[in-house]
């Protein structure tokens, strides 16, 4: 891999798919959005990327994304292999939250019990400001 030296060590990722119903979809990124989280998309559109960011930017556009990637890479990275799922990452490792929750109950949870719960209390405290 290269370029990625800016990477923090540490934060929040949150893993959909082109695939999810545009409903469910722009709901996970409106919330991610609020807690200031990245969203990684997996998939495409008719198998074809021109259709798949015409989606995609649709929905930037619409103000529920900001900060979308379509990046497989990662997926393979924290073994996700069901989506929507949340991933807090720390130096001490990552947690993993998946299925179809509302991202505040997932960042709790990680808060609670995950090796990471300092970092999932941060996007809280962000969103809950807000």
Known sequence: GGGQEGRPGQGAL????VAIPQAGLKRMLTEARRYD???TLRGMVNNDMKTTATAVMALVQDGS????????????????????SLVVYCEAGHD???GNLHLKQAL???GVKGE????????LNKGDAR
Do not use: N
Not at 116 to 123: I, L
């Open 96 to 98: 993993v939250i998946r």
């Open 14 to 17: 949150v893993f959909g798919a």
């Open 37 to 39: 989280i990245p969203a």
């Open 65 to 84: 994304a900001s900060g979308v990637a379509i990046d497989p890479t990662r997926f393979r990275e924290y073994g996700i292999t069901s989506v929507p």
């Open 108 to 110: 709790e949870k990680v």
């Open 116 to 123: 990471c719960r300092d970092q999932a209390q941060q996007p």
